[in-house]
Antibody, heavy 120, light 110 residues
Framework: EVQLVESGGGLLQPGGSLRLSCATS????????MSWVRQAPGKGLEWVSA????????YYADSVKGRFTISRDNSKNTLYLQMNSLRAEDTAVYYC?????????????WGQGALVTVSS | QSALTQPRSVSGSPGQSVTISCTGT?????????VSWYQQHPGKAPKFMIY???KRPSGVPDRFSGSKSANTASLTISGLQAEDEADYYC??????????FGGGTKLTVL
């Protein structure tokens, strides 16, 4: 059974930093692209970032470019999102999502989400 | 990286059919047959419903179908059931490993 479990969410002040983790199991993690997708309260889904199967390729939405860094540890089957210079508008539930082997989509499995709240 | 355009809401009675549109550009929906659709119930993670425009993952009822014409993709749900009431999101590959979502459509089953 495929499982994705996010952790690391929390409440922090503007300008702060946070690292999210997504522990995976049930599939060969090292052969699939992975993404982070967020959802602000009461809003729609927004793709944030993706990494290809080996972590060499990393890609970002314009809204987070230069502030967020995606990475993966294929030896630990874990995906990460380092978030720096956080803003109020980054407040959202952050989902990790499993992608395809050659492309970031489709997202066939999702985690339960981690809530990040940025507020003073 | 502009969001795809979906209607804010659609509705239908049990047993009827509804179609949700998803309009993009020649750089995303129109350029690739990599449109997918997700269903989200309140407080839950999105669920994978359609991929590659019209393919259904295992376990998704055949009442759900997808199509595409030019820059617009569509999700059709036939034989509406109460449990279909949810938010639906389209998603498209936009090249260079970039992904774009639609704004979401709230489906109400009357």
């Amino acid at each position: 059974e495929v499982q994705l479990v996010e952790s690391g969410g929390g409440l922090l002040q503007p300008g702060g930093s946070l690292r999210l983790s997504c522990a995976t199991s049930g599939f060969t993690f090292s052969t699939y692209a992975m993404s982070w997708v967020r959802q602000a309260p009461g809003k729609g889904l927004e793709w944030v970032s993706a990494t290809n199967y080996d972590g060499v390729g990393t890609y970002y939405a314009d809204s987070v470019k230069g502030r967020f860094t995606i990475s993966r540890d294929n030896s630990k089957n874990t995906l990460y999102l380092q978030m720096n210079s956080l803003r109020a508008e980054d407040t959202a539930v952050y989902y990790c999502a499993k992608g395809g082997q050659w492309l970031p989509t489709p997202f066939d499995y999702w985690g339960q989400g981690a809530l990040v709240t940025v507020s003073s | 990286q502009s969001a795809l355009t979906q209607p804010r809401s659609v509705s239908g009675s049990p047993g009827q059919s509804v179609t949700i549109s998803c309009t993009g550009t020649s750089s995303d929906v129109g350029a690739y047959d990599y449109v997918s659709w997700y269903q989200q119930h309140p407080g839950k993670a999105p669920k994978f419903m359609i991929y590659d425009v019209s393919k259904r993952p295992s376990g998704v009822p055949d009442r759900f179908s997808g199509s595409k014409s030019a820059n617009t993709a569509s999700l059709t749900i036939s034989g509406l059931q109460a449990e279909d009431e949810a938010d639906y999101y389209c998603c498209s590959y936009a090249g260079s490993y970039i992904v774009v979502f639609g704004g979401g459509t709230k489906l109400t089953v009357l």
